[in-house]
Nanobody, 120 residues
Framework: QVQLVESGGGLVQPGGSLRLSCAASGTIDSILLMAWYRQAPGKERELVARITRSGGTDYADSVKGRFTISRVNAMNTAYLQMNSLIPEDTAVYYC??????????????WGQGTQVTVSS
């Protein structure tokens, strides 16, 4: 099993920055990729950014050039650096991990979410 714990959310003014952290524990050697999703009120959850075990990254068009996803210690911790924040970035941000084990197949794991509010 993989457990994910997010931290770093909060209230920030437009144009400001925040860094979200996602600490993974459990069978982290089975993690193939980690990702950040977000869900705004009344909207569906959407992919923000993801990073593979080999370091490849992918971003939603709405955050390209402003957000950066990174990880340390293979898949132990993932970060989401968010710069030039705008009110439309307001949402609950969730960390996600996809793991694979030969005996069990693939599985998706989620953190509890952290609120990010961009407002003056």
């Amino acid at each position: 099993q993989v457990q994910l714990v997010e931290s770093g959310g909060g209230l920030v003014q437009p144009g400001g920055s925040l860094r979200l952290s996602c600490a993974a524990s459990g069978t982290i050697d089975s993690i193939l990729l980690m990702a950040w999703y977000r869900q705004a009120p009344g909207k569906e959850r959407e992919l923000v950014a993801r990073i593979t075990r080999s370091g490849g990254t992918d971003y939603a068009d709405s955050v390209k050039g402003r957000f950066t996803i990174s990880r340390v210690n293979a898949m132990n911790t993932a970060y989401l650096q968010m710069n030039s924040l705008i009110p439309e970035d307001t949402a609950v941000y969730y960390c996600s991990a996809v793991s694979y084990k030969l005996a069990d197949g693939s599985a998706v794991h989620w953190g509890q979410g952290t609120q990010v509010t961009v407002s003056s």
